[in-house]
Each structure stands twice: as C-alpha cells, then as structure tokens.
C-alpha cells in the first residue's frame, strides 16, 4: 500500500472545501426558484436573518430542539456537533422541505435555510415556517 504525501494530502482537503464537497458544516445556497429562503442568501427575495443564540451551542440546541418538537410532520435526519438537518412533510399534499441550521459558533448565531424539495413556488410556506420556528425558539 502506497501512501500519499503530505503535500497532495492538504491539495486534495483544499479542493474538496473549495468545491463543497466537504460542506457539512455550511448551508447549501438557495436555487434561483423562489422557494427557498437562507439566512445565507445575499438577495433579499431568499434572504431571511438567522438566530441569536448568544451562549453556549447546547443551550442553543435543546431550545431549538424543543421549538421543532412543537412542529407537525417534522422529523430529524442529521443532527451533528454544528448541524442539523429537518425533513418537514405537509400535512395535506405531502410535499417535503428540507430546513437546516448550522450552528455558527464564531457570530453566536444559527444559520438557517428551508427548501422545498418540489415545485418551483412555495407560496412563502419556508419562511413562515422559519419564522415561526424563531418564534417557538425566543419562547423557550
């Protein structure tokens, strides 16, 4: 077994960080279609503002955790030390919204994204669900 050199090591970790293919610490950029919102976005139409959390990340996360609890047809996929990842299904035609917050340890904030996975327009369905999941959060 042949090992790499350390050199070709650090140039294989810098492409893959700079082609995302290591990004699951960050939220995906919205598409151009209009049913997506990200705190993240630069454009106002997707632009949403993310979470405070001023404090420490697990206080943080057992208040959002316990927001999401509130939520119909919510399950959790991925929850890692920075990330977790929700899959929100509706409740009448069944569609299915990813959201993801990535815990922003640096700006003591939580980045947000919500994205249908169908469909082209959501009728602001993501970003009342956002907003309504900072609304549970400021509660707790």
């Known amino acids: 077994m042949r090992l790499l050199p350390l050199r ?6 810098l492409w893959c960080a700079a082609t995302n293919i290591m990004a ?6 919205c598409p151009e279609s209009p049913n997506c919102v990200s705190s993240l976005a630069t454009d ?15 206080t943080a996360r057992l208040r ?3 927001a999401l609890s509130q939520l ?11 990330l977790l990842r929700v899959k ?3 409740s009448i035609l069944r569609f299915i919204d990813d959201v993801t917050f990535f815990f922003d340890d ?8 919500s994205a249908s996975r169908s469909g082209y327009y959501d009728f602001g ?8 999941i900072r609304e549970l959060y400021e509660q707790q």
């Open 44 to 58: 106002d139409d997707h632009r949403i503002a993310p979470m405070s959390y001023g404090g420490d990340r697990a």
């Open 64 to 66: 959002l955790l316990a």
């Open 8 to 13: 070709s090591c650090l140039i294989i970790l």
């Open 106 to 113: 640096e700006k003591e904030l939580i980045q947000m994204r």
């Open 88 to 90: 929100v299904t509706s």
């Open 72 to 82: 119909d047809n919510t399950e959790i996929i991925e929850d890692t030390r920075s």
């Open 24 to 29: 699951d610490d960050r939220l995906e950029p």
């Open 125 to 132: 369905a993501n970003r009342r669900r956002l907003e309504g």
